[in-house]
């Protein structure tokens, strides 16, 4: 018996965004799809509505007895992907991957359609935005091609669906998502009512059949995905692409999945034949050289829950204008302008007049807390223009009160920063468990952990004999909390390689440093 819709006496008015196209219920200033002001506008009358109990599809089953296997994931044989979605695609699921443009994401979902067809499972790639020789020639370059993959180039949505209809794919990939229109609507393909029609018949096409799909779509100019933030709660699962362009290293984060965890990331490298998994990125944000040099410091980053070491670099010169520049790459601009004025008013180092540079090595991106103390002791390096130990990695958040804080997953940083090859760490107080064989600093404040830049410890050096707090970490006047090695502490000291004299060409920068006596 089908439901039954009646219809009440008294008419309500229609209200409808002109730029959007949501249908409010009520006329207001501003539309809340799309935040744009005096879009409302009233389109007619409409009888209220009501909807009566009709049949249902399936019978309500306790949840013991629903059988979970049916969204068993089935992996796509890319690692990196597969990481990300906890293991692979569940068959019915909807995933939507957003990139900025030229960053991959097409070349990616190729390699994945290839490598995911098989005689069981057959794969059906759309194409709204290049044609389908254009995606043969791509395929020929990375090798992507396989027997039961089928390809087609379509704009209209029940040309899609007709697809589906004939191919009957275990995987469909339709690129992209705003290059589909329904002859249904009036608007433009892109707009958001398109766009939640297309998405809305994909996902119903895909629930039905047990087919899994992954949609590409755009972003705006701010990053975010383009079109109604309702594409979101619709799909399963929402994927970022990003990297830069001009580097090798992309990366996939999972901002929503309703099968998996979202602290995982995925990484790439792009190259002329194509996206390679990368199961250890690590060497990708390192410099190799054969001595140390000044202004730079590593770190350890926690990628989701995979820890990736990386090199921040930092540049001081005399500034030429009255305003000296703070150019960042790679950093925050606002947390690098908060760690110079800590640098400066509890570590002494006199910054107002120079022009600073500070970026990343390989494009990666450093947004972590985590990573305030290398960019801080890459600071002072550079002004005391002294190189700090080679195989020496900064860990812990920076305080405005010059304290260094505590952060997550100091162990798993400490373990991966061992398996490269470092001996020597500096890390908040309480790290832990530390590996066999590196020996770990615990620095309470900015002040301690200066005194891992040669010649500034003990008062020797350039600092003329003056005492202070900076002269070494509390571990090398107490002999107790200073580090550890195999269980057993050491001096902090005892693991600085460099000079004790700072060299003579620095000795200008270093008089404008003032020992400070750790609280």
């Known amino acids: 018996m089908a439901a039954r819709t009646t219809s009440s006496k008294a008419p309500r008015s229609s209200y409808r965004c002109t730029d959007c196209g949501s249908t409010p219920p009520k006329w207001t200033g501003r539309c809340t799809e799309c935040n744009a002001w005096g879009t409302i506008e009233e389109v007619g009358t409409v009888p209220v509505r009501t909807t009566a109990a009709g049949p249902v599809s399936s019978a309500a089953l306790p949840i013991g007895q629903v059988d979970a296997r049916v969204a068993t994931s089935r992996p796509t044989n890319i690692d990196e992907l597969d990481r990300v979605l906890g293991g692979g695609l569940v068959p019915g699921a909807v995933a939507l991957l ?28 759309i194409t709204g935005e290049e044609s389908a020789s254009q995606v ?71 629930k039905s059949r047990a087919m899994s799909t992954l949609l590409v779509g755009h972003v705006t100019k701010d990053g975010s ?37 979202t602290d995982e990331v995925g990484c790439f490298e792009l190259s002329d034949s194509g996206i390679v998994g990368l199961a250890d990125p690590s060497g990708l944000f390192l410099t190799k050289r054969e001595k140390p040099v000044p202004g730079t410091c590593l770190t350890v980053t926690l990628e989701g829950r995979r820890p990736l070491v990386a090199e921040v670099q930092a540049l001081m010169v005399d500034s ?39 970026a990343t090595v390989g494009g990666v991106k450093l947004s972590e807390p985590s990573v305030d103390l290398a960019i801080a002791l890459s600071v002072a390096s550079s002004a005391a223009d002294t190189p700090l130990p080679p195989n020496l990695v900064a860990i812990g958040e920076v305080g405005l009160a010059g304290e260094v804080r505590r952060v997550t997953g100091v162990e798993r940083r400490l373990a991966e920063a061992a398996r490269l090859g470092f001996t020597h760490a500096l890390v908040p107080p309480d790290p832990g468990k530390v590996p066999k064989g590196m020996r770990v600093t615990e620095v309470a404040n900015i002040a301690e952990a200066m005194a891992a830049i040669p010649g500034r410890r003990g008062g020797s050096g350039r600092s003329g004999g003056r005492s202070g707090g900076a002269s070494a970490p509390p571990a090398a006047r107490d002999g107790g909390r200073g580090g550890s090695r195999n269980g057993a502490r050491v001096p902090a000291p005892s693991f600085l390689d460099g000079p004790d004299d700072i060299p003579d060409d620095a000795a200008e920068l270093m008089d404008g440093w003032e020992e400070i006596e750790p609280q």
């Open 98 to 125: 957003a990139g900025e443009p030229g960053v991959g994401k097409s070349t990616l979902l190729l390699d994945v359609a290839a490598k995911a067809a098989s005689a069981e499972h057959p794969t059906l790639y």
């Open 320 to 358: 030429q204008i009255p305003s000296p520049r703070r150019t960042t790459s790679g950093l925050e601009s606002p947390r690098i302008a908060m760690i110079l004025a800590v640098v400066e008013r509890h570590a002494g180092v006199r910054l107002g007049k120079l022009d600073i540079y500070t």
């Open 225 to 261: 995905i383009a079109g109604p933030r309702l594409l979101e709660h619709l799909v399963d699962v929402v994927l970022h692409f990003e990297g830069d362009r001009h580097a090798r290293l992309r990366i996939i984060r999972g901002i929503k999945n309703r099968y998996g965890a």
């Open 136 to 206: 043969r020639l791509r395929a020929d370059r990375i090798n992507a091609l396989s027997p039961h993959l089928y390809l087609a180039a379509e704009t209209d949505l029940g040309a899609v669906l007709g697809h589906i209809e004939q191919v009957n794919p275990s995987l469909l990939i339709l690129d992209s998502v705003q290059t589909i229109a329904s002859a249904q609507l009036d608007s433009a393909p892109g707009g958001p009512a398109q766009i939640r029609e297309v998405t809305a018949a994909l996902i119903r096409a895909s």
